[in-house]
DNA sequence: GTTGTCAGAACAATCGTTCGTTCAAGCAAG
DNA sequence: CTTGCTTGAACGAACGATTGTTCTGACAAC
């Protein structure tokens, strides 16, 4: 069915390697304008497509790349996703992506199977901060770059968001507000995101001496109904926090929810801040002061990057570490003076 | 670096073929145990992976499927593409996404890009009422399958929701609130969605000999600004509708706006009913009155059907329509009583 | 008339798998 | 001792594209 070159030749009366290096341009042109006009006006005629697999086959390129995310409904890899396959599709690259749900043994059989189809690299945004996985991944020597999330210590293959300044700018945020009792809703300690927005919760609390009780940092997750729980955990206390920073959007809407649902009101009896700015993306986030993240140019520049690495291009050694920026909306606002 | 069948058989003294029949199971089996163990060692220990690329060039099947739709960016889209992707992994197909973000040009682009990479099949959320792009596919025979949008006319291979029972239950909800002005932001009349669900307003409204003037259909969009845009024309209207049934969550979300910026409310003054329940993915739809469409379970659906097809398995030639559901919220109540 | 040069095109090996065919050896039957 | 069958494994031709090398004339120079 489909048009070969070898087909292409027998009908042009060439051999088909004449046909190759007309339709690929051969720089040493050695092919005459008349056979070259011939197999042009062939080729367009049967409406030649090369076949990419023969093709990667034989020059061990295959243009295709893998890209490991949780999961592609969560909006925020979506755009993050988005920016990817945008810078890819642009250098003529395809995309293979793979689901995870964060496990780790599907994260092993996805770069397993992507491997297996000869990708020429790999994304991955399932970074943990101890991935034996990346590890085995950079003893090989193969090429990838991790985005969003890095090892620990972080390697320079990798794209990420300024989450330490991110984490520090909520924060101060909160205290010029007034605040005293900032509590934080955590993400997981096992990825860098998790970790680094603590460190800079923790950083600042302490910079201005305020109190650091470790019942104002209560692990939420990343998900709505994580930062539900974690704020009826906060609530329940004794004295509870006139702020929160949460450590993304979706947790900060579960905790505006519970709050709500105690018959409280933020921002007037607690402010929130989130991360991510997943506004466009996400109604109730439309009012959140949030710590923005530009998802799509992340995408792009860890595209970029990867082509730069599979291409043998040199890269600094160093991370590409994405500024952020804070957003101040309506879940802010002043503390409230102690009754 | 990575071990080959030829390499493997050198180390075992055998030829290639044979380590083949060993690692594929042929079913013919001719090959003695002892041979086998060998073989079967030597593979585990040289960690060895079957090249992908290779293996598709000489049996004509890549095991990839291309995906194409509009943005993946759109939660709709993504939880979609979710259920696609997981049955095709369970199946061992990997998938290739490609945006057009609704742009013919980039359509047959992308499908040309994919047939080029020698994909099994196409997988296609993109198809308007009449789309030549996809009538060249079929006469080439080449294995697609619609889904969300199809053809007019409807062709077999299409997985789609029940636009029209959709539209009639919102209609009719509203009707039996006592609505009487019930007004339609519609979606693109060149896709199938748009046009069926405008049908299904079209068809209860006339039923119930409700007026229908072209005034109270105005073209939306699928995207919020545009249900925004519609809603700011219906309220300029000399005699505003009471109802609302807008073409999907977005444009009603729009549209919710627009209504609580003009100072009226949501369901007192003005009801609202969107389309597929994207309410775990939009925060604000929470409240929303809606149509809802298995979404994930439509792309699984999606990917089982273009894997018959691919297999050349008998597939049923009617196109599979997936059954909505109304879910009555927050967003519509007793139509007002007039001043 | 021989040699050299050069353009234009053919040739052939290769990438890693697959699979129909062939082959060799062993053994039983005639 | 030949013939035929079975079993286990090798052989080799694809698949379609790429690319270094070789070949073939034509033409010019000596």
Redesign the interface.
Same mark, same amino acid.
């Given at each position: &069915?489909a048009m070969t070159l070898k087909e292409l030749g027998r009908l042009a009366g060439v051999h088909p390697s004449t046909v190759a290096r007309v339709l690929n341009d051969d720089p040493h042109q050695r092919v005459s304008e008349e056979v070259r006009t011939r197999i042009v006006a062939l080729a367009r005629e049967h409406g030649y497509?090369?076949?990419?697999?023969?093709r /990667?086959?034989r020059t061990k390129r /295959?243009f295709?790349v893998g890209t490991v995310i949780p *999961? +592609?409904?969560n909006?925020f890899f979506? +755009?993050l996703?988005?920016g990817v396959? *945008?810078a890819m =599709?642009a250098s003529g690259y /395809?995309? +293979? &992506? =793979?689901?995870t749900d964060d496990d780790v043994a599907r994260e092993q059989r996805s770069i397993? &199977?992507? %491997? !297996? %189809?000869?990708v020429d690299g790999l994304l991955l945004a399932t970074a943990r901060r101890h991935d034996p996985t990346i590890e085995a991944l950079a003893a090989?020597e193969f090429p990838f770059v991790l985005v969003n999330r890095h090892t620990d210590p972080i390697r320079g293959d990798a794209v990420i968001p300024d989450d330490h300044a991110g984490a520090v700018a909520a924060v101060e945020h909160l205290i010029a507000l007034g605040h005293r009792r900032i509590a934080h809703i955590a993400g997981s300690d096992e990825m860098s995101t998790g970790h680094t927005r603590r460190q800079g919760y923790l950083d600042t609390i302490k910079r201005h001496h305020l109190p650091a009780d470790s019942d104002l940092m209560v692990p939420g997750s990343y998900r709505e109904p994580g930062g539900y729980a974690a704020m009826r955990r906060l609530l329940d206390l004794p004295e509870t926090p006139t702020a929160v920073f949460a450590v993304n959007d979706l947790a900060a809407?579960g905790a505006i929810r519970a709050i709500e649902e105690a018959g409280l009101q933020v921002p007037r009896d607690i402010s929130i801040v989130g991360f991510n700015d997943l506004s466009a =993306? +996400? !109604?109730?986030?439309?009012l959140l002061t949030t710590v923005r993240l530009p998802l799509?140019g992340m995408g792009e520049a860890a595209a970029e990057r990867l082509r730069a690495r599979i291409t043998g291009q040199p890269v600094a050694p160093e991370p590409v570490v994405i500024p952020v920026e804070l957003v101040v909306r309506q879940s802010t606002g002043p503390a409230p003076v102690p009754a």
């Open positions: &069915m497509q090369p076949n990419h697999l023969a /990667s086959l /295959s295709v *999961d +592609i409904a909006p979506a +755009i996703f988005r396959e *945008d =599709a /395809s995309v +293979i &992506m =793979a689901n397993a &199977m992507l %491997r !297996g %189809r000869q090989a809407a =993306a +996400i !109604g109730t986030a439309r799509y």
